[in-house]
């Protein structure tokens, strides 16, 4: 297994064959959780298992790690003590038995839901705004 994590800087590298990059989330009520794309305060992460994305997704939203958040003004986690708490994590995965790849699958589905229903939804606001312009305009022109 390939894994680095390190801070992100705001400059990309050159992706290597078949490597995964996205990001985590270091800083705010939301620290470590995994993200598609880069924000201020966050940790890049390169690997060669896509399906760790998904995994480090498990470890955030189980919430083990909300007792390493410190901080009273921006809260944040630790580099280092986020790495000690996923690596034997991310080497435990590596056996990936069937019934974890299930577990990964569903949340990868749930997330493309999510996606398509974002979608949908900005529709629908579209549609809402482009009737409520169309009743103000004969409303207007009705005296």
């Excluded at 699958?105 to 996606?115: P, S, V, Y």
Aim: glycine share 4%; net charge positive.
């Amino acid at each position: 297994m390939n894994f680095n994590i390190r801070t992100y800087n705001g400059k990309t590298t050159e992706l290597r064959k078949n490597e995964t990059v996205f990001y985590v989330q270091s800083h705010g009520l939301r620290a470590g959780r995994p993200i598609k794309e880069p924000i201020p305060n966050c940790w890049e992460v390169r690997t060669d298992r896509s399906i760790d994305f998904e995994i480090l997704y498990i470890i955030f939203e189980s919430r083990i790690l909300e007792p390493f958040i410190r901080g009273s003004v921006i809260p944040f986690i630790s580099l280092v003590e986020y790495r000690k708490i996923i690596t034997p994590i991310l080497k435990n995965a590596i056996h990936e038995n069937r019934i974890i790849n299930e577990h990964y699958l569903q949340i990868r589905k749930i997330e493309a839901q999510q996606g398509h229903q974002n979608k949908v939804r900005e529709l629908l606001q579209t549609m809402k705004i482009a009737i409520s312009k169309e009743c103000y305009n004969k409303i207007k022109t009705v005296k």
